[in-house]
């Protein structure tokens, strides 16, 4: 069993990560900016409070570290109001994990796996899933961070020997889900009448105890060196079905009107949606064919169960408020 150090270890992965990793005998260390109330503490995972990413101090956390998974990360920000937002994703997400990585070497960590992002690959697929083998083509300033942060660490293990892992996860789902997806839960359980009943799309999704488990298949085996691997529960989905399986799991009626998907990308511009309506109309594919062989990874939980498993702890807690 590895010792591993988790940064972020209080985020929505990371809070099911650190218990999965120690249930499985690993000695787990969680980094967190800081202690907070509401924090799912577990009773076998060590915390250590290292501050802001941008100015952590990790040489404590790293020693006697077998293995870092680097969560941390300033994420995709909606309305983002900075000057410049791609200097501030630089500070969190490249040089702060080129600072943790320079701390890693020299506390002997021997494998580095950090969580990026399918958005490397693009923000969209035609008519075939993103592969591990395909150009990149990061658009927007997370996306552009995550690939150079990526490009360090590749830097980084030929420079040092460290082992670097990266996986690039599609849309991550599961309880104390945020962003796009509580929007739409929420609104799916209000019985709002939802304009999407005409996209016919595709979408990868990933669970987060099935993030967790490949992430955990990457932490011993030698196959995983070197490599990047895309990941998802290997069922897309389109977004009225998702919808369906949703309100189904809330005990709703899935209320979808049909709207022709260019005329909705053209309303939604006009009320500064369009980003959101792309999300939600565009297909996203993910092959993780190559961990599946690689690894011998096969998700433990199918969609469908993963999803109601969200939507109804979603309920259950609104249900105790």
């Known amino acids: 069993m590895a010792q591993v150090l988790v940064t972020g270890a209080n985020g929505f992965v990371g809070n099911v990560l650190c218990p999965y990793l120690a249930n499985r005998g690993h000695g787990v260390r969680g980094g967190i900016r800081k202690t907070m109330p509401s924090m799912h503490a577990h009773e076998r995972v060590e915390y250590l409070e290292v501050g802001a990413m941008e100015d952590a101090d990790w040489s404590n956390a790293v020693k006697g570290i ?44 021997r494998r580095f796996i950090y969580i990026s992002t399918i ?7 035609d008519k075939s899933p993103f592969t591990e083998i395909d ?7 997370y996306a552009i961070s995550k690939w150079e942060a990526e490009q360090e660490l590749i830097e980084a293990s030929k420079r040092t020997g460290l082992e670097v892992v990266i996986i690039r996860p599609p849309l991550v789902y599961g309880p104390f889900v945020k962003g796009n997806l ?33 992430i955990g298949a990457c932490i011993g085996n030698p196959n995983a060196n070197g490599e990047v691997f895309l990941a998802s529960d290997g069922e897309d989905i389109s977004t009225p079905e998702l919808i369906r399986v949703i309100a189904d799991a809330l005990d709703r009626k899935a209320r979808l009107f049909p709207v022709p998907p260019r005329l909705l990308t053209i309303a939604a511009g006009l009320f500064g949606k369009g980003d959101l309506i792309r999300r939600l109309a565009d297909s996203l594919q993910v092959d993780s064919s190559k961990a599946r062989r690689l690894l011998g990874w096969t998700p433990p939980r199918n969609l469908v169960d993963g999803v109601k498993i969200m939507a109804r702890s979603y309920q259950e807690r609104r249900s105790q408020r």
Request: net charge negative; aromatic share 2%.
């Open 135 to 141: 150009s990149v083509d990061p658009v927007d300033p």
């Open 66 to 109: 077998d293995t870092i998974v680097h969560l941390a990360a300033r994420v995709h920000v909606m309305n983002d109001t900075v000057v410049d937002p791609l200097v501030e994703y630089r500070k969190s997400n490249v040089l702060a994990t080129s600072r943790l990585v320079d701390q890693a070497v020299k506390g002997e960590v």
């Open 182 to 214: 509580l929007t739409l839960i929420r609104l799916i359980e209000s019985g709002v009448p939802l304009p999407l009943g005409m996209i016919d799309n595709r979408r990868s999704l990933l669970g987060v105890e099935n993030l967790s488990d490949l």
């Open 119 to 125: 958005k490397v690959n693009g923000e969209r697929t």
